[in-house]
């Protein structure tokens, strides 16, 4: 008999309303009254996602996932768009979306969870 891990179960697996209220927590508390950050826009973005990636990674439960978050910030007017192809496990990988929008800004982030086995 090997050591292989299986898929999360049940409890373990990732709860994609309750990531993406988490995400969309993040996002209303760093920049609900944030003006467009201009030519900081990428270091902004790097910051929130560490933020959602370190949130998600302490929820219990979840520790067997890797989250990668995509955060793009825009301008007040602009627009964008994102898609996914596919993820690796149906199963046990997932990914968020969440965009939040001011008079200021638009910030759209992805989050991707993908299960490590």
Known sequence: MGSELAA?????????????????DILQR???????????????????????EQRLAAEPGWARYKFIANIVLLGAGAGARMGVSSLWDPHADHVVHESLTTPRLRCVAAVFAVCVY
């Open 30 to 52: 760093e920049l609900g009254a944030a003006e467009y950050p201009g030519d900081q826009a990428a270091d902004v973005g790097r910051r929130l996602g560490a933020l959602i």
């Open 8 to 24: 999360p179960g049940y409890m373990h697996r990732l709860r994609e309303p309750a990531a993406a209220a988490m995400v969309r």
